[in-house]
């Protein structure tokens, strides 16, 4: 089921390296699945400068209007909002169409937007661990935001079981707007966690596969061995 997952970053770690990876600025990526002749299929925003010089200025004008009583080091104070597309099989057009209606529409209800971008460069195939099959991954929709409410900018004052309600209500309504169907299809699987997390699953469920059919081909061939050494 589609379901919006949230990471939470600092000012210096958002504005460096995960503006970097959002908006695909760098030279060499961590994550595998990472296809860089698909380039063409990384449909931003805007561009990262713009992005980044709009998360500090955010901030510091949040913090001047309401300033924090004390500044921790490990402050987060952006939130990176991922947003799958609403269902596997659904066209890049659909799903280009709805991105750009859930970016408008978050800066429209009041959050403090700051930039974004599709990937559609991580598309692979993968093992459902729920299911056992392969499937082939969604583009998503990264989005960086700064998060206010009346404590200024506090990320566990935001943060909370409704915000995520509210989220996921907000793309239902843009998915039955722009699509004709809602966004979460009313199973009630909850989320497993990032992306991150889920391709984590998927991994160990493709090398258990793999072990599990070397096991088979393995007593296959001692079958035979044994089927011919006793005719």
Known sequence: MASVTVQKWGTAAACRGQCVHVYREGKNYANPDIDRTKSACVWVMDDVKTCQKNIRETI?????????????????????????????????????????????????TGHHVCGGAVHGDEVHDYIDPDDKRIHRSRLHMHVLLVPETDRGVNMKSWLTKSRFRELNALCDRVCERELGHPYQDGSGRRSRGTVEALKEKSGAEMINQHVLSGSILYLLKNVRKYTISTK
């Open 60 to 108: 510091a004008k949040i913090d001047k209007m309401r300033p924090p009583k004390r500044i921790k080091r490990d402050r987060k104070t952006v939130v990176e909002l991922c947003v799958p597309a609403p269902r596997e099989g659904t066209s890049q057009k659909d799903a280009l169409r709805f991105f750009q209606a859930v970016y408008d529409e978050l800066g429209a």
